[in-house]
């Protein structure tokens, strides 16, 4: 998958001068945010690397170095570019990917208090539009891959049945959004194995899991949404390239933030 996404881009900016993909900055980020009371907290480092573009990343709290960082700051960036599934080349790759501006099917600006619940709004909808369109049933299955407790709810009050996983240790056994978070590690394959919609965050793309998920998910016939933060340049080539149907994309600054921020939705076959 990587090898493919890489190939794509290196593609696309072939005729461009080394000027246009040139990485401007890069930044790490210790995200600790918990949105409101019930949520989860979310603690993680961030990845962010700028060529035009802002391409960011999710690790594991203190999992990237500043010095990966600094080391990139004025090079090509095709130059830069691993074979490995870390959250420093996939934000390389994302804000190359960004930097070509690919235009949404859809986009919303959030902003205000609730920016939680509006991005989780905006998924929700996107979930009755693919149950509208009889992509899944009237009454599906779905499990959320990187447990987001506001989603989670959201699709509970809607009547659907919800499952959760994720690889937090903190969270594992935990209820969020009624329901108890499945050790990720464990339980994921076969949860995404179970259900007619899985909803995956971008977080599986730097952790290299991703790959994984999409196999099983195209072998038993289970619909994908990608949630994504890490990785949000990739939503239209994740529809086109990949068994994706739906991206729910979102490019830094995210909704953590209280600035406007820009939610971008891709979807298969447009």
């Known amino acids: 998958m990587l090898e493919k996404l890489t190939e794509w881009i290196l593609s696309a900016t072939a005729e461009l001068p080394a000027d246009a993909m040139r990485v401007e900055g890069a930044w790490l980020l210790h995200l600790n945010y918990q949105p409101f009371v019930n949520e989860r907290l979310f603690r993680?480092?961030?990845?962010?690397?700028q060529v035009r573009a802002t391409g960011a990343a999710y690790s594991v709290y203190n999992g990237i170095h500043k010095s990966e960082l600094n080391?990139?700051?004025?090079?090509?960036?095709?130059?830069?570019?691993?074979?490995?599934?870390?959250?420093?080349?996939?934000?390389?790759?994302?804000?190359?990917?960004g930097s070509l501006s690919p235009e949404p099917d859809?986009?919303?600006?959030?902003?205000?208090?609730?920016?939680?619940?509006?991005?989780a709004d905006i998924i929700c909808r996107e979930v009755q539009n693919m149950r509208r369109g009889k992509i899944i049933p009237a009454r599906p299955k779905i499990v959320n891959v990187g447990a987001i407790g506001c989603i989670i709810g959201k699709?509970?009050?809607?009547?659907?049945?919800?499952?959760?996983?994720?690889?937090?240790?903190g969270i594992i056994g935990r209820e969020l959004g009624g329901v108890t978070i499945a050790d990720g590690a464990a339980h994921t394959g076969e949860m995404v194995a179970e259900a007619d919609l899985a909803i995956v965050t971008g977080m599986t793309i730097s952790n290299g899991s991703l790959p994984e998920i999409l196999r099983i998910a195209g072998e038993n016939d289970t619909r994908v949404m990608m949630v994504a933060e890490s990785g949000a340049g990739f939503g239209r080539v994740y529809c086109d390239l990949f068994a994706v149907d739906t991206v729910v994309s979102e490019p830094y600054p995210f909704y953590i933030f209280r600035c406007p921020s820009e939610i971008k939705v891709y979807r298969k076959g447009k």
């Open 44 to 49: 993680y480092d961030v990845a962010l690397l």
């Open 71 to 97: 080391a990139l700051v004025g090079r090509n960036a095709r130059e830069l570019i691993t074979d490995k599934y870390s959250p420093v080349n996939v934000a390389l790759l994302d804000a190359m990917y």
């Open 106 to 119: 859809e986009k919303f600006l959030i902003s205000g208090d609730n920016k939680a619940g509006q991005r």
């Open 155 to 169: 699709l509970k009050d809607s009547g659907m049945t919800v499952s959760a996983t994720d690889l937090d240790r």
